[in-house]
T-cell receptor
Framework: DARVTQTPRHKVTEMGQEVTMRCQPILGHNTVFWYRQTMMQGLELLAYFRNRAPLDDSGMPKDRFSAEMPDATLATLKIQPSEPRDSAVYFC??????????FGPGTRLTVL | DQQVKQNSPSLSVQEGRISILNCDYTNSMFDYFLWYKKYPAEGPTFLISISSIKDKNEDGRFTVFLNKSAKHLSLHIVPSQPGDSAVYFCAASAWNRDDKIIFGKGTRLHILP
């Protein structure tokens, strides 16, 4: 049963701390996406990769957010320093040629 | 500028009846449309999709209809079941936008006993 996995599922941290979220895409998928879900904005695309190369990170606040894909089985989203307004649920999704994306369970981030 | 719009934030339907969720889009370059279902504390789950070369796609109780001239699609669930209570996201993709999907803000469906 192929699934996207994300860790941690929940993270509570204090303002100013570094936060790292991890994602394991479905084996064989060549695109990976990071989304943020907020009440006001719905699902916002933060960044995405194809074949591990970053293609678009225009949705990310670049001064504090960074996304990487060190290998085909791991994508990371880092926030440094974190702020209370970053509190949200962060989803990773992976996809292949047919443009359908499959989502992980999300990381619920709370920044105090 | 919202390219994919779900104008009903919520919808209540009696169990056993038909649920119809609607979605409008503005970008005529969209050629692939998807519906996702989301339960609380879980990620969105892919439900059904349709290519712009079709006007209907069916999968069990779920049917998606596409009206390209009106830039409108709808998801029909027949018959509605309690487990269908969730948030439904409409999404669209354009062939010239790489692999990106644009999501609507979702419609919360309540199935009433």
């Amino acid at each position: 049963d192929a699934r996207v996995t994300q860790t941690p599922r929940h993270k509570v941290t204090e303002m100013g701390q570094e936060v790292t979220m991890r994602c394991q895409p479905i084996l064989g998928h060549n695109t990976v996406f990071w989304y943020r879900q907020t009440m006001m904005q719905g699902l916002e695309l933060l960044a995405y990769f194809r074949n591990r190369a970053p293609l678009d990170d225009s949705g990310m606040p670049k001064d504090r957010f960074s996304a990487e894909m060190p290998d085909a089985t791991l994508a990371t989203l880092k926030i440094q320093p974190s702020e209370p307004r970053d509190s949200a649920v962060y989803f990773c999704a992976s996809g292949s040629l047919d443009r359908t994306q499959y989502f992980g369970p999300g990381t619920r981030l709370t920044v105090l | 500028d919202q390219q994919v719009k779900q104008n009903s934030p919520s919808l209540s339907v009696q169990e056993g009846r038909i649920s119809i969720l609607n979605c409008d889009y503005t970008n005529s370059m969209f050629d692939y449309f998807l519906w996702y279902k989301k339960y609380p504390a879980e990620g969105p789950t892919f439900l059904i999709s349709i290519s712009s070369i079709k006007d209907k796609n069916e999968d069990g109780r779920f049917t998606v209809f596409l009206n390209k001239s009106a830039k409108h699609l709808s998801l029909h669930i027949v018959p509605s079941q309690p487990g269908d209570s969730a948030v439904y996201f409409c999404a669209a993709s354009a062939w010239n936008r790489d692999d990106k999907i644009i999501f609507g803000k979702g419609t919360r469906l309540h199935i009433l006993p």
